[in-house]
């Protein structure tokens, strides 16, 4: 019984956990940028649904609709104002940009979470469920919204995997990861594929976002947590790689909820953090990450 | 002619005291062990090109050494000394890996140290006093200037040294190996000595201004020392002074409190302004204010 319970939650945890991931990981596998507002735009996403679904009225459906947009738009905007002249900047030597991104896109991480604060609240908030009602699955009661929250995840990874392996857009995309000067030199623009592969990030970052909000509420305080949580993931899986991304997020995320039942719910984080010490000692590269 | 102004500087911060109102002094005290902080990250990320996102894990360590062994009733001097044996020792451990890993993955592995050590403070509340923080009976003096006098002295022995070791011929085998380690040793180089030797020296000071901070504040707390939001406040104020310079690191941390103090009115919003001005700094002069200066100066 325990154990279904365990399987059942730890499913949709794990999910979300990925499809946040998953775009950390593609981006600095095409652009090689660690983008450390991650938390950042996932929260804004989240608050935007809130505030278009609750005190303006528009219904979950709208908020959710617009949730995501505004991710995509703040995605965007850290594209455009922190890491791009970052990269473009001549007075950064080129073997330090790496840094300069980390330390540029943790400020506009922190910038995000005060902003959010200010205007809105940093108490936490709940996205309404896009529907209601409790299925019983063998016993274990869970919520639909728990499913529909998997579904949906499940949809974006499957369609993320049609656009990169079936589009032309998508070639593009892996050209750029292994050889960006022979993009070039073929007469593709890197920086509209940059472009490209930011917006993909936005609406994955931002549909995680918006669902963590309905499935269990966040605040701009969690903003940090939810970053550290997607670097760890992506560090595990191997850096750049979105199969090993999606493993270590089931990893983490059925770790973590066996602690929470098991032992005790404070203890949660640990035995994942120190899987990952374990790992990051042992195997550098990740799971199944490429030196 | 260097010297020589950095010394009127220093007198006129000396007699402080007896001009200025407890306030100022306190503020100050502050921002001088905030310095200390932040000139010992400096010689781990600017020269040993380590991506230390954990300077935290060193100075809470240190902090929590002190506090606690002074709840059992050991004398200050040891506390102190105790919490800089602690933090080196945590220094030590951090650089084990970050003699295999390079850049992101060092970088994590010291943002889970800082993880892995909040969540032992609070799951041993009972010891440690949770995550309302530990009471600190005894303090370094109940004189503000008397305090002050001693932040700022160890502020001035902590800079004398990080820069004599930063500018000797360690500083530059341990610069050449932060950039390229590979070919240091090729030239014959300890990198393996040479980076231990930079994570004891960074960490020796990280835990003396921690555990002397804890007695200054009279507790010690996850808020204080160990949040990884205290940790970021430090990078960016080494980054904002101009990484490479330990000297920057002060002037980055005086500004980063002073700001912080003077914008207070503005609420939950200063920490917005502060970021949003450390952003520009890293997106316009990415050598840092102290580094600007240096670069102008050279030039003319």
């Known amino acids: ?291 | 002619m260097r010297i020589l102004s950095a010394l009127v500087v220093l007198l006129a911060l000396a007699t402080l005291p007896f001009w200025v109102s407890g306030y100022i002094l306190g503020v100050l005290t502050i921002a001088y062990f905030f310095g200390v902080f932040a000139m010992s990250w400096d010689l781990l990320f600017g020269f040993a090109g380590e991506v230390n996102f954990g300077p935290t894990f060193l100075i809470g360590l240190g902090a929590y050494s002190a506090g606690l062994l002074d709840n059992h009733g050991v004398p200050v001097w040891l506390c102190v000394i105790a919490g800089a044996v602690a933090a080196v020792f945590g220094g030590l451990i951090l650089a084990v890996p970050a003699l295999r890993l390079r850049g992101p993955y060092f970088g994590l592995i010291t943002l889970v140290a800082v993880l892995v050590l909040q969540q032992v403070i609070v799951i041993f509340a009972g010891v440690t006093g949770g995550e309302i923080g530990l009471t600190i009976n005894d303090v370094l003096s109940l004189d503000p200037g008397y305090n002050y006098w001693l932040a700022l002295g160890f502020l001035l022995i902590s800079g004398i040294v990080l820069t004599l070791f930063s500018r000797s011929a360690a500083g530059l085998i341990l610069q050449a190996s932060g950039q390229d380690p590979i070919e240091a040793q090729v030239l014959g180089f300890n990198v393996v000595k040479h980076k231990l030797a930079a994570f004891a020296i960074s960490a020796l000071f990280s835990g003396l201004a921690g555990a002397m901070l804890v007695f200054y504040l009279g507790t010690a707390s996850v808020d204080t020392v160990v949040d990884i939001s205290v940790g970021v406040q430090i990078i960016i104020a080494a980054v904002l002074g101009g990484r490479r310079t330990i000297f920057g690191a002060v002037i980055g941390a005086l500004f980063l409190i002073i700001a912080g103090e003077i914008l207070r009115p503005l609420g939950q919003l200063s920490t917005f302004v502060v970021s949003a001005v450390a952003l520009g700094v890293i997106l316009f002069f990415p050598d840092g204010l102290v580094g600007y200066l240096l670069r102008r100066g050279e030039r003319a």
């Not at chain 1, 990925?18 to 090689?32: E, H, R, T, Y």
């Not at chain 1, 001549?90 to 200010?118: C, H, K, N, S």
């Not at chain 1, 499940?154 to 990861?177: D, E, P, Q, Y």
């Open chain 1, 1 to 291: 019984m325990l154990a279904l319970q365990i399987l059942v939650d730890g499913f949709a945890i794990s999910t979300l956990y990925a499809l946040g991931a998953i775009g950390f990981s593609l981006i600095f596998g095409v652009s090689g940028v660690l983008n450390l507002s991650h938390g950042g735009i996932m929260v804004a996403a989240a608050v935007a649904a809130w505030f278009i679904a609750g005190p303006l009225g528009a219904g979950q459906y709208l908020g959710a609709l617009g949730g995501v947009s505004i991710g995509v738009v703040v995605a965007l905007v850290t594209y455009g104002v922190v890491v791009r002249p970052i990269q473009r900047s001549r007075a950064i030597p080129r073997d330090e940009t790496e840094i300069f991104v980390l330390t540029g896109t943790l400020l506009w991480g922190i910038m995000i979470q005060e902003a959010i604060a200010y205007f809105f609240s940093d108490s936490p908030i709940t996205v309404r469920p896009l529907i209601g009602g409790v299925v019983d699955i063998a016993g274990v009661r869970t919520p639909a919204n728990e499913i529909l929250t998997a579904v949906i995840c499940w949809i974006s990874i499957g369609l993320l995997w049609l656009l990169v392996n079936r589009t032309a857009v998508g070639k593009r995309l892996l050209a750029a990861s292994i050889n960006p000067r022979g993009l070039t030199l073929l007469g593709f623009e890197l920086s509209s594929v940059y472009l490209m592969v930011w917006v993909i990030y936005g609406v994955l970052a931002a549909i995680a976002g918006v669902l963590l909000a309905t499935f269990l509420g966040t605040s701009s305080n969690n903003i940090g947590v939810l970053t550290a949580s997607a670097f760890s993931i992506v560090v595990l899986g191997g850096l750049g790689s979105v199969s090993g991304s999606l493993i270590a997020a089931y990893i983490i995320g059925y770790l973590e909820t066996a602690t929470a039942y098991l032992l005790t719910p404070t203890l949660r984080t640990i035995p994942s953090l120190l899987l990952l010490v374990l790992v990051v000692y042992v195997r550098p590269q990740g799971l199944l990450g490429r030196r």
